[in-house]
């Protein structure tokens, strides 16, 4: 019998609308929530009420990555907040996937944000004593989160 080893974290794969990003080094943040609403007839029996299934929601995924010379994601956030030399352009949405990678480098599950675009940018601290990586961070909203499991390409389970 085969044993099912369980997926690392910290080999993955980010792609925006089918384009491979590298240097992420952290993606954080990908959850849904269901809000319950509670729901009672006048003439129930029951002193407690039903509890029916509200809105869904889904949490901002953070993107980590060193600072390079590289603008697109910069480029990709002023087309919703504008810098002051430009004008407005128009909201750009892409779909983002993080496929999880095995130790063998095959790509095993993964989520995709539905209609994804910048909500927020980070610029790293400066330390004049430091000597770490600067480390930037771009916060997205989405409007859905699909999962696809390792071993089933192709099929894909929408949250």
Same mark, same amino acid.
């Given at each position: 019998?085969?044993?099912?080893?369980?997926?690392?974290?910290?080999?993955? %794969?980010?792609?925006?609308?089918?384009?491979?990003?590298?240097?992420?080094?952290?993606?954080? !943040?990908? *959850?849904?929530? &269901? $809000?319950?609403?509670?729901?009672?007839?006048?003439?129930?029996?029951?002193?407690?009420? %039903?509890?029916?299934?509200?809105?869904?929601?889904?949490?901002?995924?953070?993107?980590?990555? !060193?600072? *390079?010379?590289? &603008? $697109?994601?910069?480029?990709?956030?002023?087309?919703?907040?504008?810098?002051?030399?430009?004008?407005?352009?128009?909201?750009?949405?892409?779909?983002?996937?993080?496929?999880?990678?095995?130790?063998?480098?095959?790509?095993?599950?993964?989520?995709?944000?539905?209609?994804?675009?910048?909500?927020?940018?980070?610029?790293?601290?400066?330390?004049?004593?430091?000597?770490?990586?600067?480390?930037?961070?771009?916060?997205?909203?989405?409007?859905?989160?699909?999962?696809?499991?390792?071993?089933?390409?192709?099929?894909?389970?929408?949250?």
């Amino acid at each position: 019998m085969a044993i099912n080893y369980p997926y690392r974290v910290f080999r993955y %794969r980010v792609e925006i609308d089918g384009i491979s990003r590298a240097g992420f080094s952290e993606v954080s !943040g990908m *959850s849904s929530s &269901t $809000d319950a609403v509670e729901y009672r007839e006048g003439d129930d029996l029951r002193n407690t009420p %039903r509890k029916l299934a509200g809105l869904t929601k889904f949490g901002n995924v953070t993107l980590r990555w !060193g600072v *390079s010379d590289d &603008t $697109d994601f910069l480029d990709w956030l002023y087309s919703v907040a504008p810098t002051n030399n430009a004008p407005p352009t128009g909201m750009v949405r892409h779909n983002v996937t993080i496929t999880l990678i095995d130790d063998a480098g095959n790509a095993g599950p993964s989520w995709r944000l539905i209609n994804a675009w910048p909500v927020g940018y980070t610029v790293p601290d400066l330390n004049g004593m430091g000597g770490e990586v600067a480390i930037q961070s771009l916060e997205l909203c989405h409007e859905g989160l699909e999962h696809t499991p390792g071993a089933m390409a192709g099929a894909a389970s929408t949250i």
